[in-house]
């Protein structure tokens, strides 16, 4: 690129210097061009004051008025100087034409050497990552050699049971003449799904560095460009290099950027989509596995996908990649501490039991903040202090010390807070209070997080009901003491609502609307194949769901003041101890309801 430049440079020079010849030259009156035979006239009528004769083959000169003329002269002329001398004519004598070949060369073809050069350059650049015009149908798969950065399983903890699903495929892609022996058909793809930062990534690299075989990977997201038949075309041109290269592992993640549902959407940026997808189908169609080929794809979300793609000879192989338990996380965290240097002693086992809910990534992201934070303090090694500042960072966003809120905000935020946690405190089933903050956080002027006990990932209709409460608690609180709510309830408002609403219509827990699944939510219907059918029932059903709503938020709104009317004095307690404290402990609270944890469900 730096030689690109200086060529870039050079040319414009040469431009400049060639404009500047012309527009710089001295104005030359015109010279006159005589044939010879006139200006031999000339001489002989003594009209000629000089004569510089160039070379052999012309003459320059003027005349006795100071007109300029030149002329070619015959060759062996022996007479021509005799005849100017008889006529007084003052003759010099040049050896060559003035003009060197290589200023006549640059004078004549300069502008297009000057555009040449600068169009191979354009080209070169549109072929480069800033233009890529001339590249587009290329696949634009990102290729990672065995030899360098090998993943192994070593670098991955928690999900034991992929492991063992993908152990046949690393086996396979080692010695495939041992599965063709025995005629058995390896799956060809493999759709790997689960929540963001679980690991799906690393896992399909694992296999890769484990069979030490090179790793393509592309994003679905990649295919898809404003050019109908660019995403077909890079598809192509994506298995077009795995063949090149088999034994391999190609890599697809985000696939539902491109493998949606057909039909489900509309206007033509769509049937760009659908042709990438048509064209991947064909091509894991095509493809034999014994060819070496394995396709590992990504997705959040395996609920939107094709079918087609599922279909047995496709990904037929499905790998649900779970967010870690507690043992898990654990692990996760030892293999990412390796990075960094602990306090001796220090526990992962009590990091990893305060931290449920937490992906891979989130555990990675963990032990970096606990360094960045320990760092801060000038500590030389990592203590649990830190864990936790990190973790509190994570789940409620980072501290917005430089906020200033008006005495008036903080009582109301306190009060809001304190709702919300004594709510969640005097609830059954609910999450127990982790901290509770008026310090702002994130985009909130005050925080209650919950850090869940277990792993539990099914929820009854006790604990749902529960969260409705919790989440009309800060607006309740606020209404008791102040008589009047603020904005700050509107996330709560919604969140109340989310929650009743997929009770009602999703989980069947109203009695009234019954078992019924009334979920089509699925904003990534709303255009397209479900165009104009975003509801599937009825006015009347509609409005059954509506009134329960209501009378399910309104019942929860009234249960959550109820609540704290019974509890006042010690919701102002709570309000007191966050003016003061600005951060308390869920603990704290249990202990000035003169408990040690929440009730039991039976209480
Ligand atoms: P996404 O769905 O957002 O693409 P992903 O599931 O592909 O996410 P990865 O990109 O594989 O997640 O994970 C991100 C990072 O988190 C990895 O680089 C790794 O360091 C860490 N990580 C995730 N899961 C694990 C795990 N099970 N063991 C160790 N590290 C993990």
Sequence with gaps: MKNENLLIIFSILVLAVLLMNIFSSPVESPKETLIYSQFAYQVRQGQVSTANII???????????????????????????????????????????????????????????FIFVIWILLMKRMQGPAGRLFSLGKSKAQRVDPTKKRITFQDIAGVQECK????????????????????????????????????????????????????????????????????????????????????????IDEIDAVGRSRGAGLGSGNDEREQTLNQLLVEMDGFDATEGIIVIAATNRPDVLDPALLRPGRFDRQVAVPLPDVRGREEILKIHAQKVVLNDGINLEKIAKGTPGFSGADLKNLVNEAALGAARKNKTALTLEDFEYARDKILMGPERHSMVMSEKEKRS???????????????????????????????????????????????????????????????????????????????????????ARDMICRYGMS??????????????????????????????????????????????????????????????????MLMEQETIDGSQILALLGQEQNPSPTS
């Excluded at 070619?72 to 022996?78: A, D, F, G, L, T």
């Excluded at 008889?86 to 050896?95: A, G, L, T």
């Excluded at 009825?538 to 329960?548: L, N, R």
């Design 511 to 576: 009695e009234i609307v019954g078992p019924i699944s009334l979920d089509n939510n699925d904003q990534h219907y709303v255009f397209g194949r479900d165009f104009g059918k975003e509801r599937e029932y009825s006015d009347d059903t509609a409005s059954v769901i509506d009134h329960e709503l209501r009378k399910m938020v309104i019942f929860h709104d009234n249960k959550a003041k109820q609540l704290l009317r019974d509890h006042i004095d010690i919701l102002h307690r709570v309000a007191d």
């Design 164 to 251: 063992d699903e993908l152990v046949e495929i690393i086996e396979y892609l080692k010695d495939p003449s041992r599965f063709r022996k025995l005629g058995g058909r390896i799956p060809k793809g493999v759709l790997m799904s689960g929540s963001p930062g679980t690991g799906k990534t690393l896992l399909a690299k694992a296999v890769a560095g484990e069979a030490e075989v090179p790793f393509f990977s592309i994003s679905g997201s990649d295919f898809v460009e404003m050019f109908v038949g660019v995403g077909a075309s890079r598809v192509r041109d994506l298995f077009e290099e795995g063949r090149k290269n088999a034994p391999c592992i190609l890599f």
């Design 55 to 113: 070379g052999e083959t012309s003459i320059e000169g003027t005349f006795l008025d100071g007109r300029q003329f030149q002329t070619n002269i015959p060759p062996n002329n022996p007479n021509l100087v005799e005849m100017l001398r008889q006529n007084d004519v003052q003759i010099s004598y040049s050896p060559e034409s003035g003009t060197p070949w290589y200023v006549t060369l640059l004078v004549h073809w300069g502008p297009f050497i």
């Design 413 to 499: 935020t306190a009060y809001h807070e304190a709702g919300h946690a004594l709510v969640a405190a005097l609830t059954p089933k609910s999450d127990p209070v982790h901290k509770v903050t008026i310090v702002p956080r994130g985009r909130a002027l005050g925080v209650t997080s919950f850090l869940p006990d277990n792993d539990n990932r099914a929820y009854d209709t006790e604990y749902l009901a529960g969260r409705v409460t919790i989440a009309m608690g800060g607006r309740a609180a606020e209404e008791i003491i102040f008589d009047e709510v603020t904005t700050g309830a509107s996330n709560d408002i919604q969140q109340a609502t989310s929650t």
